[in-house]
């Protein structure tokens, strides 16, 4: 093991390194030349005089914004000597459970490929080109033959594989304790119990103001709110990263939301951040791809029949289309346990084969991705702001929800804290459901999935999204899949069978998130 | 009929509550607080989850009152208010007609106490259609206690060509007496004109801004049909004498007035596409008059993205259905429907609160006005209320303007959502006519409805604690959180006969 300080070191050298070359890199660099002509500059004081002026400049705030966001990206510091692999997941049976799911999805897609005859990739005719462009805001109008095409997969299959994982290292005849046993999760991997839990979330604590909460009680007249709204908006004008993101430990105002999200995942909307996404619209309108018809069928299957979403169709495949083309999301698989799949191209000449990454992002949608879009097209209205804020949530947090790893805030470690929050808070009820063969997890996990989107309506998601950034973990959507169910635990002991205790469970848009955490997390006797 | 009085006070016995949360409020409301009594709770907020709730629909356990001296419930019944015996003579019920096979009369027939009257019998409580109201209104004679769901002449605000003619006259009004800064309030209706009558006026205008898009409406029909939009003055002049329209449309046409109206160009777009707002204002007096603003309502989105490019000289004359997807109030698609909630959720989150407040004041300021502009016209009458549904619609600038307002606006629910929304502003509207006198009379706030206008505007009540509020505060919650469950059962007494638990 690594000391502290070497640690930091290491990590420092890392950003640097990663800080180097960027945009923000050679624009500092600018502005301390130009600097330099200013008359309070002194030779003898040079460096202090011109850091002092990046500071007053707000130039300083913007790397330390930077900063900031490579600390969320960073991958967990490893021995120095282990292989890079690694540090991307650390467990053997996790990363053989992961490549043969990658290897189910990606045959899964070759089969459709050859069964409709439909190549991966083509580049489209001129006219085709032309008529994309025009329709490029409306694309929603399109009503092309999806018949055909079948999402890859759904969470449904995903769930399967997370219960078929086995530890080699567990002989699972004896050793197990009784409790492991009860929940489809086999493999033991350490999750937080409710009083590790309230010392991680000591803002969600009773005596801490909640949005969500507080602003709905009358008496005093919303004296938290305003307050609230006020350091809100303190915040905003500092431009300060890490504070907005404290501060969304307890909610962000919907009025400044878009804005602290935006500062949270430092989001700049730059001119850069424009022409990056002029260039994967331009990528779109050349070529058409395989995928853009999975994304087309996803689109229509979910988010269209959203009550609330259907208004954003065309924002969703503005978004999407571009994201499967964007590379430089290929970067987070750094971090995630999952590798981007590949796919031989024929050179021209047939001799030769070479392997690419396809689609170009790595990242093969799945039956109900177009919900991680959806409910930021409430706060966005540009595409490209929309679409570098979808990009930032999904390599920070979207991808850990299906991919096989062991990190805890990875989709098995979401899945086990579900299932060990239930079985000690509520016991009886773990167990009724599963001998009436109601496995709270089969019910549970779409929610999960989707981090909730879809399933809460779109004032408490946001509120819910609010604390993923605040506390930059998904565990929270865990637990709220257990304070459902502790909510809802009354009716769901008197069913009887699996179809009525998803009936039971099969409208969640009248649910208050932050009541039900709170309760869950803090005023329930452990 | 002993099981049918079991089940009876079953229903009513409070039930034992759980420490944590009572399951039916989806906030956090400790046990015992808020009993649902799950008698007129057909609000989706108040059950679990929907459709599963196990209580007995009120029908059920509430007997009919033909019955009512052989069954043991006559008891509490018995126990009515004495002043409203005395006043209906001795009747224990409110004896209702209902001329609408919809969300109204599921309301009516499940109230407690009413009871529905056959084609010619005298009835307390009427809700007719418009027509109904034309044929017999001036021939009826009606007890003091009676209430019926329209005003006479109600036309005076929801025939679009009268309310241009009224407003109009308003604004003149107003810019004598008060000056222009005043008058200019009154601008939140297009530029309209009244064809044939005000032909040579429109004709004026219409050239005095050249390239402008108008629109053109029959003043009595709705739901967009006969709508065709326009840029030249020579389409009107073919439409005129266009021999290619059927012969009953050419007859209509000829007995039939239109508007022509300046169309709103840059209208608000949510991700490409139109919509206008439905808003529900319940008028209970003229003189003086009250007015209440229901907090639901929603958005209709069309179904087409908008641009005016479809409006091009080639479109001119289109086809009803391609006029109608262009018309603001046509409903392509069932459902394509926002909350009001949601709508003003999501106009925070791109303008911030400061905006949306200034919005709701402006829209509020389009209710009372164009009320008070029939404020004498209309023929003040203590029977009569009227519940008018406004077609709000906002432009780029966030600048409502008003498009028609409709006296017996759709009660037909398109979805469970819409059904739930229906229901429950019709139940608050019968609480607010209050023909069981369970109110006070000095209520700001029923269920959803707010207190808008009484005689004056209608200021919130707001804590000393509040910071800063030297300012008054309007009391319209339009697109706010609804907690109508709550606050109803603070605020009314049970109904009659039935006991407070």
Known sequence: MLDESAELSVSITQIVQRLKGTHLHSQLEKQAKECLHK?????????????????????????????????????????????????????????????????????????????????????????????????????GTDEPDLSKFRPVYAPKDFLEVLVGLRNPNNERSEDLTVRSHWGLIQVSLNVRNIPQMREMYPELGLTFGQLGIDDHTHVPPDLFESEHIHIGKKVVSEQDSAAAQQYSRQGCPTGLRAQLWSLIL???????????????????????????????????????????????????????????????????????????PKSCIQSKSGSEQSAVVYPPNGVIPFHGFSMYVAPLCFLYNEPSKLYSVFREMYIRYFFR?????????????????????????????????REIGAQPLRIAFKWIVRAFSGYLSTDQLLLLWDRILGYDSLEIVAVLAAAVFAFRAENLMEVTSLASAEAVLADLSTLKVMPLLQIFLFATSV | MQVVFLTFSLTRAPKPQPQTWTGQHEKFIPAGILPCLGLSCQDKDCTPYPRYNTTVPLRDNYPPRQHSSLNPTSSVLRTLDRRHRTR????????????????????????????????????????????????????????????ICHFRNHYELTRKNLMVKNLKRYRKTLEREAGRMEAAKCDF?????????????????????????????????SQGKGIFLFRKLKDIIDWKKDGSRSEEQKDEAQVESYVAQR????????????????????????????????????????NTRFSLSSIDD????????????????????????????????????????????????????????????????????????????????LDQDLKPWLIEVNASPSLTASSQEDYDLKYRLLEDTLHIVDMEGRLTGKEKRVGGFDLMWNDGPVYTDVGLEALGSSCLVANTHLGCVNDRQKQLQQLLKPFPGQKKT
């Open chain 1, 401 to 433: 929800l299906h991919s096989i790893s062991s990190l805890p805030s990875g989709i098995v470690s979401l899945c086990l804290q579900f299932e060990r929050l239930l079985q000690s808070h509520l016991p009886q009820l773990f167990y009724h459901l």
């Open chain 2, 189 to 221: 209706f297009p530029c309209t004109f009244v064809l044939p009558s005000e032909y040579h006026i429109f004709v004026e205008e219409f050239k005095r801004s050249p390239g402008s898009t108008w629109i053109m409406k029959p003043v009595a029909r």
């Open chain 1, 39 to 139: 008359p309070e500059i002194k030779l003898e004081t040079l460096k202090d005089d011109v850091r002092r002026l990046l500071k007053a400049s707000g130039w300083e705030r913007k790397l330390q914004n930077a900063v900031y966001r490579e600390l969320h990206i960073l991958p967990p510091p490893g021995h120095p000597r282990a292989p890079p692999e690694h540090t991307k997941e650390p467990l053997a049976y996790m990363c053989k459970a992961q490549v043969n799911w990658e290897k189910r999805i990606l045959k899964s897609l070759n089969s459709m490929c050859t069964e409709l005859g439909i190549p991966l990739a083509r580049k489209r005719p001129v006219p085709e080109q032309k008529e994309l462009t025009n329709k490029w805001n409306e694309m």
């Open chain 1, 266 to 340: 430092n989001t700049t909307n730059d001119p850069e951040d424009i022409t990056h996404y002029e260039q994967l619209k331009a990528r779109v309108i050349h070529h058409a791809l395989l995928v853009d018809n999975l994304i087309y069928k996803d689109v229509k299957l979910t988010a269209s029949n959203d009550d609330y979403y259907f208004v954003f169709e065309d924002y969703l495949y503005q978004v999407l289309l571009c994201f499967s083309r964007d590379t430089s999301v290929l970067e987070h698989f750094n971090y995630n346990s999952a590798t981007p």
């Open chain 2, 263 to 302: 169309y709103i160009e840059n209208p608000y777009l949510i991700a490409g596409r139109k919509f206008d707002l439905r808003v529900y204002v319940l008028v209970t007096s003229y003189i003086p008059l009250k007015a209440w603003l229901y907090r639901d309502g929603f958005a209709r989105f069309s």
């Open chain 2, 314 to 393: 080639q479109y001119v004359h289109l086809t009803n259905v391609a006029v109608q997807k262009t018309a603001p109030d046509y409903d392509p698609e069932k459902g394509c429907k926002w909350q009001m909630q949601q709508l003003r959720c999501y106009l925070t989150a791109k303008h911030g609160f400061e905006t949306v407040q200034t919005l709701s004041k402006e829209i509020d300021n389009i209710f009372i006005r164009s009320l008070l502009s029939v404020q004498k016209t209309i023929i003040n009458d203590k029977h009569c209320f009227e519940l008018y549904g406004y077609d709000i619609l």
């Open chain 2, 88 to 147: 209906r003579e001795g009747r224990n019920c409110i004896r209702y007609r209902c001329g609408l096979t919809n969300t109204i009369q599921d309301v009516l027939n499940q109230r407690p106490g009413w009871v529905e009257v056959k084609e010619d019998g005298d009835w307390d409580f009427n809700w007719c259609d418009v027509g109904w109201l034309r044929e017999n209104f001036d021939h009826s004679y009606m007890e003091e206690h009676v209430r």
